[in-house]
């Protein structure tokens, strides 16, 4: 933990929408009176039909029910495109930047909502139904925002799945949400390289289940490349809104309508598809978009995140688009076609937010001082942080060599599950602790339990769990709304479980230590332990197989595999990069192992469960204070997995 606190400036304060008193008296209010608090934010929408209750929210483990504006009803393409159109229709909605620096676009409001009309009426086309679910595997390109918002204006529920996951993946969650349509492109372009993005789409529908479920796949055409062609399941997007008409009424929808699914990795079985509604994400997504960037009409806003992940549903697309806003899309990589491409890119459109990843920030700190070039930075006034914590050194290095020490760091807590921020100093009320997410946003209650479920007080280290709802949270868990209660309600009874240790300190401010189950986060990517053991078992050579997560300078945490190999097979150094490969075919590169150890035995109690917690020592190069080791079955495997380990500092 760092000691150093950065107070607020009191000028920032002044400009701010929010400074320490008014947040103070917002956030009493949000928690004694969450009723009267959301029924005047909910108004920063609009609504076709206003709602005449606000909360009604259950977290009993019988019935967990969560319910916001449960009667209004709204469009939340409507709000991100129609409503704007009298005020800002020319003025820049997205700005995208390309993976070749010469390639950018402007789109303002106007042309966004005749895209999206567009691409609405070509969805309807095609037999899109409201309540159906459509798949996006997209590049950061603009027609992924356009798909988003025609999905949700015509009452569709997409399901983005990151495009760097592979087919196997892809097809998983295509059958998982019974997806009648995907849209992709046919190649997308990152650091100079052509990837074949549609051909992964072809192989997830070799899979009989996912073919079973979508029979349209909608092309965007990215690159001009030959590519095989299924017809009459194939379409050319660019065929489809041609003949489209612009005129695409929003549908009125309910509150609690979904408006997408997003699949998410826990500790156990395949990842999740939590359902996010429409009414209370929207207003959480646009109310903390504006007051935890500080952002105010004519500002340049730019989340580096990717729209496969939540961040880029609700602060590249939801949030700031609510909230008329000019949101940067970036195609591209930090490192493309070289380092200081960031420092390029916020000089180019004189960026004023800049909001990414830790795991960014340390690659770019390994290239020393001067690695974002002569580039002006000056137009930069709030900087963000989300994905993992960030340790105060690239906290440090972020706020002297991006900020120029005049830029508040907003480091942002949060999850898939809760839908918008959660934890976070906000640059007008907060002094910033490097390392600390700080303090609760409106509404949001934390609190630390220890292992029996007791509330602990004070300053101290325990479980995070909210204890009252928020109106961005998932509603459940596609399909599996048990699941939804097992996984969120059911370890402590009556609060959401987050999954994340934290530390609190004498100024009440919370340090979010990292997972507290078989959940890693490399480069802020999450992704389930069991997951990748369940790939790696799926291969021939592999008998039994542990997967922990160990500290990594640049990702935050590796993945470090432990495998023992079936009879008849031999360790080698091919047999380390066929389970590479093996594990980048079955789920995707980010979780290619870092660190395989091939181990005669795993550690297991005499009733053969393996000690994680061993392994995981063994694989942090700390494996002096292993703790008691005499309930193991059989203890000399132990001193083996010492003498081999592969991370040795
Ligand atoms: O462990 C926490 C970590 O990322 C997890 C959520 O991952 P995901 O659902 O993929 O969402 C990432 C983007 C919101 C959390 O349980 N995490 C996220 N932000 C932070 C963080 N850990 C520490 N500090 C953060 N600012």
Not at 154 to 177: M, N, T, Y
Not at 387 to 416: F, L, M, S
Request: net charge negative.
């Amino acid at each position: 933990m760092s000691e150093k606190v950065y107070p607020v400036r009191p000028e920032v304060a002044a400009a701010a929408h929010i400074d320490n008193a008014k947040y103070e008296a917002m956030y009493e209010q949000s928690v004694n009176d969450p009723d009267a608090f959301w029924g005047e934010q909910g108004k920063r929408i609009d609504w076709f039909k206003p709602y005449s209750t606000v909360k009604n929210t259950s977290f009993d483990p019988h019935n967990v029910d969560i319910r916001w504006f449960e009667d209004g009803t709204l469009n939340a393409a409507y709000n991100c495109l129609d409503r704007h159109l009298e005020t800002r229709g020319d003025q820049v909605a997205i700005i995208w930047e390309g993976d070749d620096p010469s390639d950018s676009e402007s789109i303002t409001y106007r042309d966004l909502h005749e895209r999206v009309s567009r691409f609405s009426n070509a969805l309807k086309a095609e037999g899109v139904e409201k309540g159906d679910v459509v798949t996006l595997y997209m590049p950061m390109i603009p027609e992924a925002a356009v798909a988003m918002l025609a999905c949700a204006r015509i009452g569709a529920v997409h399901s983005i799945v990151f495009g760097g996951f592979s087919p196997e993946a892809l097809a998983a969650r295509i059958e998982g949400a019974n997806s009648k349509v995907v849209v992709t492109s046919n190649f997308s372009l990152r650091g100079g390289k052509v990837v074949p993005l549609k051909a992964n789409v072809d192989k997830a529908l070799q899979n009989e289940n996912a073919a079973a479920s979508c029979k349209t796949v909608i092309v965007v055409n990215r690159v001009e490349q030959e590519l095989p062609w299924v017809e009459g399941r194939d379409k050319w997007y660019e065929d489809l809104v041609a003949k489209a008409s612009a005129d695409c009424p929003a549908e009125e929808m309910n509150a609690e309508d979904p408006l997408f699914i997003l699949y998410t990795s826990g500790s156990t079985g395949a990842p999740k598809g939590l359902k996010h509604t429409t009414g209370g994400y929207m207003v959480y997504a646009s109310m903390t978009h504006e007051y935890v960037f500080d952002y105010k009409d004519g500002d340049i806003y730019w989340c580096t995140a990717d729209v496969g992940w939540v961040t880029g549903h609700s602060y590249i697309v939801y949030g700031p688009l609510a909230n008329g806003a000019t949101t940067l899309m970036f195609e591209g990589v930090p490192s493309y076609p070289d380092n200081s491409r960031f420092g390029r890119v916020i000089e180019k459109h004189k960026v004023n937010q800049f909001y990414t990843a830790p795991t960014a920030i340390r690659a770019l700190m390994q290239q020393g001082e001067d690695v974002l070039g002569d580039s002006d930075l000056s137009t930069l006034r709030i900087l963000g942080s989300v994905g993992e914590p960030i340790n105060p050194e690239a906290w440090e290095w972020y706020n002297r060599i991006v900020g120029d020490e005049k830029c508040p760091i907003v480091d942002t807590w949060w999850q898939t599950e809760t839908g918008g921020i959660m934890i976070v100093p906000l640059p007008g009320a907060t002094a910033a602790k490097p390392g600390s997410a700080s303090r609760p946003f409106f509404g949001v209650q934390p609190a630390l339990l220890d292992a029996e479920g007791n509330t602990l007080e004070g300053a101290v280290d325990g479980n995070l769990v909210i204890t009252d709802s928020w109106p961005a949270q998932a509603r459940s868990i596609w399909g599996d709304h048990e699941r939804f209660v097992q996984t969120y309600f059911s370890t402590y009874k009556g609060v959401y479980t987050t999954g994340d240790g934290a530390r609190r300190d004498e100024d009440g401010y919370y340090w979010i230590t990292g997972r507290v189950d078989d959940v890693i986060n490399v480069s802020g990517h999450r992704m389930g332990t069991a997951e990748v053991e369940s790939a790696l078992v799926a291969h021939p050579a592999v008998a039994e197989a542990a997967v922990v997560g160990y500290p990594h300078d640049l990702k935050g945490q590796g993945i470090y595999v432990y495998v023992t190999l079936q009879s008849g097979y031999e360790q080698s150094d091919e047999l380390m990069k066929e389970l590479r490969l093996h594990v980048r075919s079955e789920i995707g590169p980010i979780a290619s192992p870092d660190l395989i150890q091939f181990a005669p035995g795993m550690p297991k109690t005499r009733s053969g469960k393996i000690m994680r917690r061993i392994l995981r020592k063994i694989a942090e190069d700390d494996f002096g204070a292993l703790g008691d080791t005499s309930t193991l079955a059989d203890p000399t495997v132990v001193d083996d997995l010492i003498e081999h380990r592969m991370n040795r500092k």
